[in-house]
């Protein structure tokens, strides 16, 4: 269907909310519409098309055919019904319908073909995964409460960042599960026997405690570490990121402590760490670089008023206004009152309850008097000085802005008349 044709309009309005191309899948008449996830060349469609096309699961007769379809790889859901029972017969079949997408489903009359488990005397659902303890059973046929079993056993203890395909869309979930997210990268080649199981056990020790847990390689997990403004040299390192945003890190850990460090952690007895540039050894600029480790002190508690710059390097914008911001910085070089600064804002934590920057260049000022306003005007350097001027907590030396403006509109004139 071609999106661009007026005709198609309202559909693609209903059917293209993640952009084009997209492919849908129509079952039931249309009752029942699921987004394409494979691959876009011809061979994964044709396959796609022909696995979804007949039943949505299908019957084990035999250990034969359960070899054949139960993958040890992938997640396999496995309605199991020793007796004839119509009602959950259906549930599990409309189940399978509505998440084959996701997971392969199959039944069968008699456990004793299937790979792992014990024989059953009553319907039960038996779902396989290639993690954990393998296969896990489960006998409540009521549809939400099946969906629930297979969302939850279906995602490991914990994931693995590893170079393995199979591995990231149990890491996509890590990242999008809500609680404390609990991150331990190693160097997999010297490292992983030695934290494994320790770090397994600890991970089963917090299951439905609100927290989820990643074991990571470094070397795999290399941006991610300098996104945290980490590095491997720093492995075996440990990070938590909190549900409230916060961070806490214990660089060069031992297995045998991880457990403890946990548990203060939990225990509110460990120090938030902040990602933050090096502190600079020399900061004699007109405008004084602030680093998030210098934040309170040279911005809240100077005892000036001080206008912030949160900038990017690389920001087109932020490289334009740096010397109308050295400019700013010289006219107020003779107020003791007044600081002019400037953070990057990705290379150090921001403190969101109070900043909001959602672009670069953002300007705050912060006055003596504890009030925080940020700039919402043309940046020229006119313009950035009435703001301080108006906003700020202590009073302007007397003959600042009229000298500063006199110089400005001199300036202007010498402009006109050369344009002249």
């Known amino acids: 269907m071609d999106t661009t044709i007026p005709e198609n309009a309202e559909l693609a309005r209903n059917y293209t909310h993640n952009g084009v191309p997209s492919i849908k899948i129509f079952r039931n008449g249309g009752k029942t519409v699921h ?79 299937l790979p792992h488990g014990g024989p059953v005397d009553k319907p039960t659902i038996r779902l396989f995964k290639p993690f954990d303890e393998l296969y896990a059973d489960f006998e409540d046929f009521q549809v939400e409460a099946m969906q629930n079993f297979i969302e939850e056993t279906s995602v490991p203890i914990m994931a693995i960042l590893d170079d393995k395909p199979e591995n990231q869309a149990f890491v996509n979930h890590f990242l999008h599960s809500p609680g404390d997210k609990v991150f331990l990268f190693l160097n997999f080649t010297t490292d992983l026997d030695l934290f494994k199981s320790k770090y397994y056990d600890l991970a089963a020790s917090y299951k439905g405690k609100e927290a989820n847990f990643l074991l990571g390689d470094a070397e795999t997990g290399k941006r991610a570490l300098e996104y945290f403004g980490l590095n491997t040299d720093q492995v075996p390192l440990i990070f938590v990121l909190a549900m409230d945003g916060t961070k806490y890190v214990e660089r060069h850990v031992q297995p045998d402590s991880l457990a403890a460090w946990l548990k203060d952690f939990k225990d509110g007895k460990l120090k938030p760490y902040l990602k933050s540039q090096p502190i600079p050894e020399v900061n004699n600029e007109p405008v004084k670089v602030v680093v998030a480790e210098t934040l309170e002190d040279m911005v809240f508690n100077s005892g000036k008023d001080v206008l912030l710059e949160f900038y990017r390097l690389g920001c087109k914008y932020c490289e334009e206004f740096a010397p109308v911001l050295d400019e700013i910085a010289l006219s107020f070089e003779n107020d003791a009152h007044v600081l002019i600064a400037k953070i990057d804002g990705t290379e150090n934590d921001i403190p969101r309850e109070r900043f909001e920057v959602q672009g670069f260049p953002t300007l705050y000022m912060i006055s003596t008097a504890g009030s925080l306003s940020r700039f919402e005007g043309n940046r020229t350097k006119e313009a950035v000085i009435e703001f301080i001027q108006t906003n700020r907590g202590s009073p302007a030396p007397s003959n600042f802005a009229k000298s500063d403006l006199t110089v400005s509109e001199h300036a202007q004139t010498d402009s006109m008349k050369d344009e002249l």
Do not use: Q
Request: aromatic share 8%; net charge negative.
């Open 35 to 113: 987004d394409y996830k494979g691959t876009r060349e011809t061979d994964g469609i044709i396959s796609y098309l022909k696995k979804h096309a007949g039943p949505a699961s299908l019957e084990i007769k035999s250990k034969e055919d359960a070899a054949s379809l139960i993958d040890e790889k992938k997640i396999v859901v496995v309605g199991i019904f020793p007796e004839l029972c119509l009602e959950k017969i259906k549930n599990f079949t409309a189940l399978a319908e509505d998440l084959r997408v996701d997971y392969d489903f199959v039944h069968t009359l008699d456990a004793k073909f």
